[in-house]
């Protein structure tokens, strides 16, 4: 069960790495995704760890409401 599980939760991540449009704007050069990553996971180890989770929270949000507001009309 748990193998299924973590299957969904990486399926779902890369779900929204290409919803964000990333993989295009690479040109599906995964060392730049995996070197980005690194970067963030940088920035939450930092003393600006509040700060980038708050504006990347608001930024998501705002990102899925748009979504759904448009998926409505």
Do not use: C, N, P
Request: no cysteine.
């Amino acid at each position: 069960m748990k193998r299924r599980e973590r299957t969904r939760q990486l399926i779902e991540l890369g779900g929204l790495v290409t919803k964000a449009g990333i993989v295009d704007l690479i040109d599906d050069e995964r060392v730049v995704l995996y070197g980005a990553l690194i970067e963030m996971a940088s920035t939450l180890r930092g003393d600006q760890r509040e700060h980038a989770l708050t504006l990347w929270r608001r930024r998501g949000r705002r990102a899925f409401d748009t979504e759904a507001a448009e998926m409505v009309l």
